[in-house]
């Protein structure tokens, strides 16, 4: 396990030199990311200053719903981004370069870079959960941080096991970018909205089959006081416990892929 | 024809064969389309992809207006269905008005593979020429995207067809000046590529621009007062604002051709921009390649 560690460290700090150069780029992200998401959530500022509230929801709820997300999709990319090369390492035959070598291919997958243009998600969603937190009154105690710490984690190792679920995909297909990229909208509604509006089905689909309600909707629902909505009261609390249900799953997917990717020999 | 003609070099060194091409600009449209039907043939995954992206977004939409509208219904002066339409018509209506992919993505892919100057030595004029091209992928994604799409909302999501006659016609007129407006400013930003070499900055800016000014999300007419009036006097209204709105006959009668006006003011105002930008930056390649 410290080899292992002592690895990735390795691996980190050589990209992380790599990383150096490429500043302006990163400060074009900034300006991207947040351009984008202001527009969004400036629009749906005007339908609630008309509406008042969405399925109860008011606009601040919103943001926080917004934004935790954000902040998961940014921490997942810093340390997982690279999972979506598999599918070119698969297709042009650079993965046999990470069988040969004596360390767990999916630890030098991870490992090929911490990327750190993704802070730009990290900075602007702590901004919009600051913002959040002031306007809606909150006054977390103690547990209620712990909570909130914990359901970030595992969501944040959740979205990287769907991520890599999807991706060891490639595995049999060669291309796994289209059924990543099939979930955007998936993600989009969830990210934005309380998921109930969606009806019944989409609420099971996003809970037990591709769980991205686990990555604001559920934690919000604990952290905003709002556990009675959810369609089963353990639900909220679920987050660590689907992180490591889907892990394992998608870790076997992706021993499957392997073993599959040997027996075929190209 | 919209676009401004000038004395341009490009054209005038291959005058005999233009007037062979000119007198066919529509098989060279349908030349672009078949091209574009091909490269969808072969990315089929990401045919798929698209579809399935852009249902799922109708539905969502749907869900949100019908959520909203259920609980206060008389926030504006049109109904649930109408609301409910307008959302998910815009959906598929950006599948040919792409202001994410689109012209300025083709040039400044081949400006930074140095395929460019192929284009350039095409013996049509190069505004002209990348507006084939675009009309010949819209073609495309018009039958391939837009109308399944238009139907599966129709019979499944609650689309309403338009509210009249006038309006159908009055809709497809507008969503002509629509169209040739989304090719114009695309067309200025890919230029902006000959001097900068990149777009990305400048692209996520007029990304958010579009989708806060053009009423593809939320129509206009739910802004505050101050920012609705400063929306509809820009271009970007005129993409997705002025066509839904006569579609779900919001927007009729003297207003409508008013909209109409506007749409039509910005397509000669920017073909005149065009015009000139593009002389300049043709001159500008040349010194850069002479």
Not at chain 1, 185 to 200: D, K, L, M, N, S
Not at chain 1, 223 to 229: H, I, K, M
Not at chain 2, 24 to 50: D, E, G, H, L, N
């Amino acid at each position: 396990m410290l080899r292992v560690w002592r690895i990735y460290k390795a691996y980190i700090r050589i990209n992380w030199l790599v990383n150096l150069e490429y500043r302006i780029n990163a400060l074009l992200g900034l300006v991207g990311v947040t351009t984008l998401n202001l527009v969004d959530i400036a629009l749906i500022g005007f339908v609630l200053s008309r509406f008042e509230t969405i399925a109860g929801w008011s606009f601040w709820e919103i943001v926080f719903l917004t934004f935790f997300y954000i902040i998961v999709l940014g921490l997942e990319n810093i340390f997982a981004v690279h999972l979506l090369d598999l599918e070119e390492h698969i297709r042009s035959g650079t993965f046999d370069r990470f069988l040969l070598r004596p360390v767990s291919p999916l630890l030098q997958l991870l490992g090929q870079e911490l990327t750190v243009r993704y802070v730009d998600h990290l900075i602007l969603g702590s901004i919009g959960i600051y913002l959040a937190y002031v306007n809606l009154g909150l006054h977390w105690s103690w547990s209620q941080w712990i909570m909130f710490l914990v359901a970030l984690f595992s969501s944040v190792v959740l979205l990287g096991a769907l991520v890599l679920a999807l991706c060891s995909l490639a595995f049999w297909t060669v291309r796994s970018s289209p059924f990543v990229f099939s979930t955007i909208e998936i993600q989009e509604a969830v990210q934005h909205y309380p998921i109930t509006i969606f009806g019944r089905p989409f609420v099971f689909a996003v809970t037990f089959v591709l769980p991205f309600a686990f990555m604001n909707y559920y934690p919000a629902l604990v952290l905003l006081g709002r556990q009675s909505e959810a369609i089963h009261p353990f639900l909220p609390y679920a987050s660590p416990l689907a992180a490591v249900i889907f892990s394992l799953i998608a870790f076997a997917i992706w021993r499957m892929g392997i073993n599959r990717y040997e027996s075929t020999g190209t | 024809m919209w676009w401004p003609k000038s004395p341009d070099r490009q054209i005038s060194m291959f005058s005999v064969t233009i007037s062979s091409i000119i007198r066919r600009p529509i098989s060279v449209v349908f030349a672009f389309a078949k091209i574009a039907f091909q490269t969808r043939i072969a990315y089929r995954s990401a045919y798929w992809m698209t579809l399935i992206n852009m249902l799922v977004r109708m539905f969502a939409v749907g869900a949100v207006w019908d959520i909203l509208m259920r609980s206060k219904p008389d926030v504006t002066d049109i109904n649930r269905a109408a609301m409910i339409s307008y959302g998910m018509l815009a959906v598929v209506l950006a599948q040919v008005l792409t202001w994410w992919d689109g012209p300025h993505v083709y040039v400044i892919d081949r400006i930074r593979q140095g395929t460019i100057t192929t284009d350039l030595r095409w013996p049509i004029y190069f505004p002209i020429q990348i507006f084939a091209r675009s009309l010949g992928d819209s073609l495309a994604a018009l039958i391939t995207c837009v109308i399944p799409g238009y139907l599966f909302g129709l019979v499944l999501l609650g689309l309403q067809p338009p509210v009249s006659l006038a309006a159908a016609s009055l809709f497809l007129c507008s969503l002509v000046f629509s169209y040739v407006l989304m090719f114009q400013l695309n067309f200025l930003l890919g230029l902006i590529g000959f001097y900068t070499l990149r777009i990305t900055g400048v692209g996520h800016f007029y990304h958010g621009i579009i989708t806060l000014f053009s009423g593809v999300v939320v129509p206009l007419w739910l802004f505050p007062p101050a920012l609705r009036a400063i929306a509809n006097m820009l271009p970007f209204s005129g993409l997705f604002s002025t066509p839904v709105s006569v579609y779900i006959g919001k927007l009729t009668g003297i207003d409508g051709g008013l909209r109409l006006f506007h749409q039509a003011t910005w397509t000669l105002i920017l073909s005149i921009i065009i015009g000139l930008v593009w002389r300049r930056t043709y001159h500008y390649i040349s010194v850069q390649g002479g």
